[in-house]
């Protein structure tokens, strides 16, 4: 098993920045966020591998968020810049340890097993 408590969510304007993290109760070999609008599917968002920390990230967000961890403290982090009202969602930290290859597998939700409760970010314009 393991427990994920995100934190870092708010609310900011379009073109301001957030910080969420993710602190996991152990090491995982996957761990990422996931992210759902109101009246939409839940996505994957950006996926961080910890043995390696090869990365896996949605083109909506390429230049904009980035995806990091902190082996030490079983944490990832999701750096939000120039945030735009489309990301608006409740973002979900998700983890897991099968191993995959590299790909945009990564940001298959059914492929994890552990989920955070979520933390809600609102960006206005």
């Known amino acids: 098993q393991v427990q994920l408590v995100e934190s870092g969510g708010g609310s900011v304007q379009a073109g301001g920045s957030l910080t969420l993290s993710c602190a996991a109760s152990r090491f995982a070999n996957y761990m990422g966020w996931f992210r759902q609008a109101p009246g939409k599917a839940r996505e994957g968002v950006a996926v961080?591998?910890?043995?390696?920390?090869?990365?896996f990230v949605i083109d909506s967000v390429k230049g904009r968020f980035t995806i990091s961890q902190h082996n030490a403290k079983n944490t990832v982090y999701l750096q939000m810049n120039n945030l735009k009202p489309e990301d608006t969602a409740m973002y979900y930290c998700a983890a897991d340890d099968e191993c995959r290859p590299y790909g945009g597998d990564w940001l298959n939700e059914a492929r994890y097993h552990y989920w955070g409760q979520g933390t809600q970010v609102t960006v206005s314009s």
């Open positions: 961080i591998g910890a043995t390696d920390s090869r990365t």
